[in-house]
């Protein structure tokens, strides 16, 4: 057996243990209080390692037929139209 290979397991898995501790406390002192607002990043970041899916949402694409888009189009026609009467009537 090596030990230099053992005391660099021994070390790494020291400072595993210790960052593990660091976010409990973290995570028992942020509970003390209620917080507001958006969550430090931190906390974002410990709960996309505990779920390496959650940010792999899978998002569906609206897509409008081909009459709404003409439709849509036709109304953002009028509304600029409308808008440069009013800019010229001034």
Do not use: N
Not at 14 to 42: F, H, M, N, Q, Y
Not at 60 to 81: I, L, P
Request: hydrophobic share 45%; no cysteine.
């Amino acid at each position: 057996m090596d030990i230099h290979s053992i005391l660099a397991e021994l070390r790494s898995e020291k400072d595993r243990l210790e960052e593990a501790i660091l976010t409990i406390e973290r995570l028992a002192v942020g509970s003390l209080t209620k917080r507001r607002g958006r969550p430090p990043k931190w906390i974002a970041e410990a709960k996309a390692d505990a779920d390496p899916l959650a940010g792999l949402a899978i998002k569906k694409r609206r897509r409008f037929s081909a009459a709404t888009r003409k439709r849509m189009a036709a109304s953002q026609r009028k509304r600029w139209a409308s808008r440069r009467a009013t800019a010229l009537a001034a």
